[in-house]
């Protein structure tokens, strides 16, 4: 059996035609899949961030905001990550992290209710995926309060029998953290917009794995991360999506002086600029918003749709090798079989989860655990390979047998 996974592996990986964006990353002999969690090292970030260090900073100093284009970095980056999202320039400012851009959905997302809503219709209500990343709770629950609404957590599949005229914004995650769920962002859209409310999605799970549509769905708002399948780098900065349509409505609770239409005149009464920079708030984190540009060149050339063809093929054949390879009994895949429920990782439920992590990774595979018993394989398409995927599982299975 082992034999003749590792000939597919082999015949898998001789016809990828993303084979050869592996050499564009750093790597070593590790098996990584935690690539959901941090990506992997761009091969051309250290040259690009020396370069921001040592001459626009060191040598060229405060005229880099303008000879190197500091200032227009957020909304540059963004239209560079706009087309992994479907979504057209002009829409997308990076900076900040995700956690601050939920808040500043989420409650603009309110504001953009209460601006165009009818007075006779109490919209006190915020709906919250509750099977979401903690923080977005957090994240929900302090912008309820804020506003004056009313928290309502639910799962995705319970949205649409929970909205009504009551609803104000609807908070979901693309892609499920634990399981790697891939949640129906067309129709939960379609359902939020026929209840006449505003949907809000954190695409940090789904975000260069597959194709997400905002702008062929007519996602109002949303947000991601781009330090797992975007490989920008530990604390790299998040973006925040805003329609076209909604840009002038768009009241940001947290208004700054980078996104202030005169950001320089210093006046004291704010006006918001135009587009997407009025998403911005402070100064950008310049170092860690230019390394993020340089691991955003590994996408040249590669399509979104191409990504999820050969994500959808190795997590496929991730499952075949864990039902050839490892015991019965030992895990129970927590991972959707159907491909348009599934994201880019697998997750096994196993006893003692967080030891087996432990020794799959001294035996050079790395995945990571949630608690109690979940472990997470992420695949990123464009550094991860078939054979990859047969070592791991075998590994796998020798640890559980």
């Known amino acids: 059996m082992s034999d003749r996974l590792a000939l597919t592996a082999k015949e898998l990986d001789a016809s990828d035609e993303l084979a050869g964006t592996r050499a564009r990353f750093v790597l070593d002999d590790v098996v990584y899949l935690d690539g959901n969690s941090l990506g992997a090292l761009p091969a051309a970030v250290p040259d690009r961030v020396e370069d921001v260090v040592r001459r626009q900073w060191g040598e060229l100093r405060i005229r880099s905001w303008d000879e190197s284009g500091w200032w227009t970095a957020p909304e540059r980056i963004g239209d560079r990550i706009a087309p992994l999202v479907g979504a057209a320039a002009g829409q997308i400012v990076v900076g900040d992290s ?105 695409l940090c799970h789904s975000a260069g794995a597959l194709p997400v549509g905002l702008d062929e769905h007519g996602v109002d708002l949303a947000v991601g991360c781009t330090y797992k399948y975007l490989n920008g780098g530990p604390g790299s900065p998040a973006y925040l999506y805003v329609r076209r349509d909604l840009q002038d409505r768009f009241d940001s609770p947290l208004p700054g002086w980078n996104s202030h239409a005169e950001p320089f005149a210093m006046r004291e009464t704010y006006e918001p600029a135009r587009g997407a920079p009025r998403g911005r708030v402070g100064t950008p984190d310049i170092l860690s918003m230019l390394a993020l540009e340089a691991a955003l060149d590994v996408w040249d050339g590669v399509s979104i749709e191409a990504v999820r063809a050969k994500s959808l093929a190795l997590t496929d054949f991730f499952l075949e090798c864990v039902a050839a390879y490892v015991p019965e009994g030992r ?14 990782q697998v997750a096994l439920r196993c006893e003692n989860a967080g030891d087996v992590m432990r020794r799959l990774i001294e035996r050079g595979v790395v995945g990571d655990f949630r608690r109690p018993d979940v472990l997470r394989f992420g695949f990123t398409p464009l550094y991860v390979g078939f054979a990859d995927v047969e070592r791991a599982v075998r590994i796998l299975g020798e640890e559980l047998r």
């Open 331 to 344: 895990v129970e895949s927590l991972t959707p079989v159907r491909h348009e429920e599934r994201g880019s």
């Open 98 to 202: 995700t956690s601050v851009n939920v808040f500043k959905a989420l409650v603009g997302a309110v504001r953009l209710v209460d601006g165009a809503g009818d007075a006779r219709v109490a919209r006190d209500e915020i709906l919250v995926d509750a099977t979401t990343f903690p923080t977005d709770g957090y994240i929900a629950e302090s912008a309820a309060r804020l506003t004056g609404r009313t928290l309502i957590p639910v799962t995705p599949g319970e949205v649409p029998a929970a909205l009504s005229e009551r609803t104000a914004a609807v908070l979901l995650n693309h892609a499920d953290y634990r399981t790697g769920r891939l949640h129906d962002l067309p129709s939960l859209t379609a359902a939020v917009h026929a209840a006449g409310a505003v949907a809000v999605w954190d």
